[in-house]
């Protein structure tokens, strides 16, 4: 990355000048008047050696060697020093650009890392809400990043397929009237009935409370071994996968463990025997009417429950079986980081969770991340399953399709009439290519909307925004890249390709919106970098849109077919760069690209 290499360079002349070595934090420039990169190493110096910064920074400066992709130095008081690219260096890296599609951004540095993302992780005999599409897209937005430079990651889904919520389900089975089981399995939507039948449980407990203690004894049975009980939930997990694949198939998402599927908590029933006579040895775990705590040293948690008054498992129980089981599988490496793509109201429990593995030694600081996010907002209600107000992400994503179809049959939104005839999907494709092209682009655009933001804030659920054609939206990222394609499909690629960079271009006087153009496509791998290492898809989706609203603002300014020679051949690859990048970008965030709208 141009970052690294400029910070070479200035520990070099920080050495050269006399100091001390310093932490460089080197840093984009938020305006380009002020260059392009900026470090407030001399600042730190002054402080640490009562010396004036400027004067420190003077020093710095003479001693850095102006070679690419440094253009040229500028101090300013009190101390910045500031870094200007160089035209060169630029016209190099729109080059790289080029000749690495698809990969431009890429790295190796952390090839030697290992990295679990759990994400997404529904519960069986529940239909997918629109509360599960944030962990869905964040988690798999983030794997795609860490993966791209260069982690090792493997994708997990934690099924929620145990607990005592399937006493109650199963109770209901049994003991209701609502639904023979047959009907259930030929119903058009299995999931939901089986929701229905878990909202009426609740509704039918709330009069009789016995039904709860009913529920956890059917619970018992099915840990247990009850053969009749486990044929039962064995029925509602392949109910629920057959609805799970189709909603994972039209997101684009896939998971790497347990043949796809994810481990389900399942899976580490018989694997939580060995945690509990590991916990036993610890004062710290103690007793509590009947229940089995970790009562944190200090009392810097409040207890974290393991085992209940009755016996039964918790999650608490299972993540820890779960964790123990990454930790120890040779699949992994004891050095594995584990990352829970989890909402934020988990907060406190995953805070637990990780302080008790420390305290066991399992884990290292940092080894274990809980990135949260917030929840979607509805007139202000929170969505509960067991309230039966929820609202089916099936649903949402049909509608999500309908609206984008919608969108492309009335342009009226500033767009001509010409344009708005010019870029329906009916009038440039066939039906099903329409209709394919109408899926990618809503779908594209809820993700877009999550994404956009930082994680951990509420997301207000509005399609307006959601399918803005002018403002911060998939669509208008989509069609700045269709925009692109346009341009370029009038002219021959070959032309266009990396050798003509180097037929006269130096000479060619760039203006100020191209400059901003490459400087932007300049700094996408050290965003990809920072996007990955923090766990902030939301910095490629502001990057991104930054980037379009650069090259839209040159597009409407400049020509580019009709340029001179030279200046086509840059503007045309400038084109091609840009669309290189924004298909990346898109395509890390888990978002379609489409070539017509």
């Not at 730190?44 to 992709?69: C, T, V």
């Not at 990043?145 to 199963?170: A, M, N, P, Y």
């Not at 580490?268 to 710290?284: C, D, S």
């Not at 682009?441 to 399918?467: C, M, P, Q, T, Y």
């Amino acid at each position: 990355m141009i970052r690294d290499q400029i910070t070479r360079i200035l520990k070099d002349a920080v050495k050269n000048a006399g100091f001390a070595d310093a932490d460089s934090n080197i840093t984009s420039t938020a305006n380009a008047q002020f260059g392009d990169y900026t470090t407030t190493i001399a600042m730190q110096l002054g402080k640490k050696e009562q010396k004036n910064p400027f004067s420190i920074a003077e020093k710095i400066a003479q001693n850095i060697e102006i070679k690419d992709p440094i253009g040229s130095v500028k101090i300013i008081r009190p101390g910045f020093i500031n870094f200007f690219l160089s035209k060169n260096s630029l016209q190099n890296e729109l080059q790289t650009i080029l000749q690495n599609e698809g990969k431009y951004g890429s790295s190796n540095k952390f090839k030697e890392k290992k990295v679990i993302v759990e994400y997404s992780s529904p519960n069986i005999a529940k239909p997918f809400t629109i509360g599960h599409l944030r962990s869905t897209i964040i988690g798999d937005a983030i794997a795609n990043l860490l993966e791209f430079i260069g982690f090792q990651v493997f994708r997990d889904s934690h099924i929620g397929d145990w607990g005592t919520q399937f006493g109650k389900l199963i109770y209901a089975i049994k003991y209701f009237n609502e639904y023979s089981f047959e009907d259930i399995e030929t119903s058009k939507n299995p999931l939901k009935e089986l929701v229905n039948l878990y909202v009426i449980f609740h509704i039918r407990a709330e009069n009789k409370p016995e039904l709860e203690e009913e529920a956890r004894k059917i619970f018992k049975k099915l840990e247990d071994g009850d053969k009749e009980i486990r044929a039962l939930w064995q029925k509602c997990i392949d109910l629920s996968f057959q609805e799970f694949n189709k909603i994972y198939s039209k997101l684009g998402v896939k998971f790497t463990e347990n043949n796809g599927c994810g481990f389900g908590e399942s899976f580490f029933e018989n694997k939580m025997k060995p945690i509990l006579e590991e916990l036993e040895k610890y004062a710290w775990y103690k007793d509590s009417k009947g229940a089995k705590i970790v009562q944190f040293p200090g009392d810097k948690l409040p207890p974290f429950m393991i085992i209940k008054q009755d016996g039964a498992t918790l999650y608490s129980t299972r993540d820890l079986a779960t964790d123990k089981f990454r930790l120890t599988n040779s699949r992994y490496g004891k050095d594995v980081k584990i990352i829970n793509e989890v909402g934020a109201e988990q907060s406190l429990y995953f805070r637990q969770l990780y302080e008790t593995e420390k305290m066991l030694g399992w884990v290292k600081e940092d080894q274990r991340i809980h990135v949260k996010h917030g929840l979607y907002r509805f007139r202000d209600t929170k969505m509960s399953t067991r309230k039966g107000n929820t609202i089916w992400l099936e649903e949402v994503l049909e509608e999500s399709r309908k609206r984008a179809y919608s969108l492309s049959r009335d342009d009226s939104k500033g767009r001509s009439e010409e344009n708005s005839k010019k870029n329906r999907f009916d009038h440039l494709l066939a039906n099903h290519e329409a209709e394919d092209v109408a899926e990618a682009v809503g779908i594209g655009a809820l993700k877009w909307n999550d994404l956009k933001r930082s994680s951990h804030l509420d997301v207000v659920f509005d399609w307006d925004e959601i399918l803005n054609m002018q403002g911060n939206s998939g669509p208008y990222m989509q069609y700045t890249y269709v925009r692109c394609l346009s341009v370029l499909s009038r002219h021959p690629l070959d032309e266009i390709l990396p050798p003509t960079l180097h037929r006269g271009q130096n000479d060619i006087p760039l203006n100020t919106d191209e400059l901003a153009i490459m400087r932007m496509l300049a700094k996408f791998p050290e965003v990809l970098m920072s996007s990955a290492q923090q766990y902030a898809p939301h910095y490629v989706c502001t990057y991104l849109y930054e980037l379009g609203q650069k090259y839209n603002l040159f597009y409407q300014k400049y020509p580019i077919l009709k340029a001179e020679n030279n200046m086509k051949d840059f503007r045309l690859a400038l084109t091609a760069a840009t669309a290189n990048v924004i298909k990346t970008g898109l395509n890390l965030l888990g978002i379609q690209v489409v070539e017509k709208m």
